[in-house]
């Protein structure tokens, strides 16, 4: 598996908005993704 | 689900299964199972008059003063005061927050969208600038979100 290429992201998630994210830390098996994007 | 980033090729997208901790509920653990790239368009394009700088990269490399009309993570929608023909290759310089070094992107005229405005689409941006334009299209997201709530 290849990095995120940025650390901002959206989430689309079936039912729900999407919503963007960052991402806190990511391996090749796991990507953990903070909600909580702040206004810059 | 889906984690999806604006990339200058197109749109990186890892799918998998999203594991939620009532804990944690500002955090997103996602398990990964796929990746692909879509280079085609897909990215969110927001509405957004930023003003830059126009520069032609081949021959006399004139510039001007600009402000885009819209932004996304793969091109945008600019005025062109220097009539760049399509194909023609150039730099743009925005200024996407007062004070701060402009976001440099480089690019080529893709489409002629009337009324002086041109499509780029891009072709070279540093990681760090894709972070500032990928950040600037987010929140624009959210405000527009917000707005269409109400």
Redesign the interface.
Same mark, same amino acid.
């Given at each position: 598996?290849?990095p995120?290429?940025?650390?901002? +992201?959206?989430? *689309?998630? =079936?039912a729900y908005?999407s919503l %963007? =994210?960052v991402v806190?830390s990511e391996t090749? *098996?796991? +990507? +953990?993704?903070?909600? =909580? +994007?702040r206004? %810059? | 689900m889906r984690v999806e980033c604006s990339t200058p090729r197109g749109v990186q997208r890892v799918t998998g299964v999203a594991h939620w901790d009532p804990a944690r509920p500002d955090e997103l653990r996602v398990q990964r199972e796929s990746e692909e790239l879509i280079q085609r368009r897909e990215s969110v394009r927001v509405d957004a008059v930023v003003p830059g700088l126009l520069i032609a990269v081949e021959g006399q490399s004139a510039r001007a003063a600009t402000t885009t009309v819209n932004v996304s993570g793969t091109g945008l929608l600019v005025r062109d005061p220097l009539g760049l023909a399509i194909g023609e290759r150039v730099r743009l310089e925005l200024e996407l927050e007062a004070g701060a070094r402009p976001v440099a992107v480089e690019g080529r005229v893709v489409r002629d969208a009337g009324a002086d405005a041109k499509g780029l689409q891009f072709e070279a941006v540093s990681r760090g600038d894709q972070d500032r334009l990928a950040r600037f299209i987010a929140e624009r997201q959210r405000a527009e979100l917000r707005i269409g709530r109400r």
């Open positions: 598996m290849n995120l290429r940025s650390r901002y +992201v959206t989430v *689309r998630i =079936a908005d %963007p =994210a806190e090749d *098996r796991t +990507v +953990v993704l903070s909600l =909580a +994007v206004a %810059p | -």
